[in-house]
């Protein structure tokens, strides 16, 4: 199976507003939820492609049990998520419907006392044993170390597993340095890792620093991997219109699943490129439209860089 | 017993957050939760009073057992609250830790069959048997009719139990046809039953319409009480500042607690002006500071009007 961490699951609710105005009331016409969490997303994509996924992490509270209880109706994901004795944060989006702009509000997550991570730790290291790649996904809650994903990228290493790292800031720093296989920064997260905001040169600084491959998601751009096979870069027919959470999601489910299935990396980067764009297309983070993704599949652009 | 209804039971959310601004992502840096709507508000502040008080009204799903969780925390409050299928709504406060200022979210509260309608009545029915007062508080979720207030005020005047009706719009304007004791409109909310915004004649004309007494809540400037037994204004010490969310509630309980307690209307008024300023000075709806109401409490003026 494919494990994928998500330390900071969440319930992410979405509201429907007509016209959002600060310091003032409304009223929500209406009110969708679904367990959230980069490495969720990115296991129920996983799923959805026919690979057997299971997820960890931490969950707690009512929020926590509402996250279980809408992952154990997604078909393929085994929960293997540890509880704490906190809530599981919500994040909130909420959708002007007269302009189509959302507005996001995150809750912070539980503390996670040191017995939780150490809990955790050794969940993770059984789930190793079974797991063919792993995905270590998002923000960390409050309480868990800052060196956190440089500790669980050694341990996947060390277990001979496959890893690969998507998060930001300190951890991704932390964790580059510990040698995952493959890191999947946007351009912001890359610039602040780099100091550089040209992808082409921060991608091979992000190399340098320790992860085996780079792919860079550059939103409407495409990907640009560099690994030690070569350069890509992949780019999507048109520019897709929709809901944009969700679409690094699934591009991590499509690096992860070509890798596990052996593609080539141009056959990898088409995959996370067709499902990016198929994820803007669907309202939910973790969901995509299979027909779209089919058919752009054939149409995406790879060319060496 | 006093019975308090709140067919619109919530999970009140405070979000913390620096600075909002539409369209942007923002880290919410505090959360805290309390159960909400206004019957269980009141219910609260009428415990505190020493009371003994049982809600009713709906709850249902994840948010409701949260609701539920919390009000067993509640000394004093006994919980007659009738389940349903769907959800219990959220309400988010956003507050913007650099102006002070809210924005409020309101979920629209779940769908209520026929059949939970019908529960609820016989519940309601059973519980106006030992009850000696009735407050019928806030907004009605879909499915209820919009005619509901007005029969719970008929079979509570049928039962011969004095009733306090505390809504808005089109449920206020019916249920004040079928004659309940006592409504505490705000000044909108009078504005719109009676399309007078000049306080004394709407209050006047709020009478005519069927309640035996109103007082209108009159914000900063107090109450305004119409009843059979003559008029008067009562007026606070000065402007309190703080959240205003929960200070009418406050105010339904003061007078509920005095009629029970057969005081003086103006005995009655006092302790409603008061409560509802100690509210304002308290961080949440359905707490107040004590030692503020007492020392408010000889010093609110009350005068005939």
């Known amino acids: 199976m494919i494990l994928t961490v998500t330390l900071n699951t969440a319930l992410d609710i979405t509201y429907r507003v007509r016209g959002l105005r600060p310091h003032s009331s409304h009223r929500v016409s209406e009110v969708t939820e679904r367990p959230g969490g980069k490495g969720l997303n990115v296991g129920r994509v996983l799923a959805a492609l026919g690979h057997e996924v299971t997820v960890t992490g931490f969950t707690g509270g009512a929020t926590g049990r509402v996250v279980r209880d809408r992952l154990a109706e997604s078909a393929g994901v085994v929960d293997a998520l540890v509880p704490v004795g906190g ?3 919500r994040t909130i989006a909420v959708v002007d419907t007269t302009t189509g702009d959302t507005t996001q509000l995150n809750e912070p997550g539980p503390v996670i006392t040191p017995a939780e ?7 993770y290291g059984h ?11 998002g ?6 170390p800052v060196g956190a994903y440089a500790g669980l990228v050694r341990t996947a290493r060390t277990a001979g597993v496959p890893v690969l790292l998507d998060t930001s800031g300190e951890p991704l720093r932390r964790g580059v340095a510990a040698r995952p296989d493959l890191v999947k920064p946007n351009a912001e997260e890359l610039a602040e890792l780099t100091g550089s905001h040209e992808p082409s040169r921060a991608t091979q600084d992000a190399r340098r620093r320790g992860a085996r491959a780079v792919v860079a998601s550059l939103g409407p751009h495409g990907l640009l991997a560099v690994a030690p096979e070569g350069c890509w870069r992949a780019v999507p027919p048109a520019r897709e219109h929709g809901n944009p959470t969700g679409a690094g999601d ?7 699943s070509g890798l ?3 593609l080539s990396w141009p056959d990898r980067l088409m995959r996370a490129v067709a499902l990016s764009a198929a994820a803007v ?3 939910a983070a973790g969901e995509f439209d299979r027909a779209a993704y089919e058919k752009m599949l054939a ?6 860089a």
């Open 117 to 123: 991570w150490a809990a955790f730790q050794e969940t």
């Open 139 to 144: 923000s960390l809650p409050p309480g868990v």
């Open 127 to 137: 789930l190793l044993r079974s797991a063919s790649a792993v995905a270590l996904c």
């Open 250 to 256: 699934s591009a991590v489910a499509g690096l992860l």
């Open 281 to 283: 297309r669907s309202p």
């Open 299 to 304: 149409r995406v652009s790879v060319t060496a």
């Open 260 to 262: 596990v299935e052996q």
């Open 87 to 89: 809530s599981t944060r």
